[in-house]
């Protein structure tokens, strides 16, 4: 028989704990606020209060900026052979496969053609939930199939990168994808069809390294961290402290690297511009 006993009465149903279903509320990384997810995607996946980016993916920039339904993907299957037949704690094969049932995506990058404001592009998107965003033969070969569209059609580029960049898993296959894209690029550039780049957070290693910073406009979303190898790796090598603000969208504008910083509610339109501009 317990000495203290509370009787149920006394307990107002306001005191209950309310269950909040998991998923509703997204914790923002920049300032710990708590914000309602419908809220958020309504303000385009930036914090209302401090104006953060959260990492969206190819569905979302979709969304965001091309006209409702006007996105026709292209080769959407495609899949990598696994050139190496590669194992490292799991098959690469095995790896693939789960990441594809879990994503719904069929590899890092979506390309295809749509519109945005009525103009026809080319446009491919990546998606860093897809082992990282690295590029892969199937990213690079993606990518050089939507340049060869954009080339063919004479319609404007537009690529979204987010990437941690080339993938282990496929070696020097990855690294080969570098010269394909930038190759394709240059042939697009030599016809006179424009191609923006917009770099988002994280683009890094042979994404950087290739077509994300090939654009004859290269856009960066606020306070994205773009380089080539990270600061933790170039701090060990060059036994420096590195600069404030170093690989990050602002420091990269001051420094020329990429053309304009852009937040993302304004991207559809400063894209649009440019583009009329350009052609
Ligand atoms: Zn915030």
């Known amino acids: 028989m317990p000495w203290f006993s509370r009787s149920k009465d006394n307990i107002s149903p306001d005191s209950q704990k309310k269950e909040i279903p998991d998923g509703l509320w997204e914790k923002c990384p920049g300032c710990g606020e708590i914000i309602y997810k419908t809220q958020l995607e309504s303000n385009l996946w930036t914090c209302l209060k401090c104006d953060h980016h959260f990492r969206i993916g190819s569905e979302e920039y979709i969304n ?37 049932k879990a994503l719904g995506l069929y590899e890092a ?16 998107c990546m998606d860093f939930q897809f082992i990282g965003g690295s590029m892969g033969s199937v990213v690079g070969e ?19 990168s987010e990437s941690g960049g080339a993938r ?12 394909k894209t930038s190759s394709k690029l240059a042939r697009l550039a030599d016809a006179g069809i424009p191609y923006i780049s917009v770099v988002t957070d994280p683009t890094t290693g042979g994404t950087t390294a290739s077509y994300a ?7 960066a979303e606020p306070n994205a961290l773009i380089g080539f190898a990270g600061p933790r790796v170039i701090k060990q090598t060059i036994g420096k402290d590195l600069p404030e603000g170093f690989q990050k969208s602002e420091f990269l504008l001051e420094k ?20 009329e501009l350009m052609t």
Request: proline share 4%; glycine share 8%.
């Open 64 to 100: 965001i900026l091309l006209d409702k339904g006007s996105f026709k993907e292209m080769h959407r299957k495609m899949r990598s052979p696994d050139p190496l037949k590669f194992i490292d704690t799991k098959k690469y094969k095995d790896r693939l496969s789960n990441t594809v």
């Open 109 to 124: 990058v979506r390309v295809g053609t749509g519109k945005i404001n009525g103009i026809d592009i080319a446009f491919g």
């Open 142 to 160: 993606k990518i050089a199939r939507v340049t060869d569209k954009a080339f063919k059609s004479k319609i404007p580029l537009v690529i979204i």
């Open 168 to 179: 282990m898993m496929e070696g020097a296959f990855s690294l080969m994808q570098m010269a």
């Open 213 to 219: 910073m090939l654009g004859d406009i290269n856009i």
């Open 256 to 275: 020329g690297f990429i053309d304009l910083i852009c937040p993302r509610k304004n991207l559809k339109e400063t894209i649009c511009n440019l583009i």
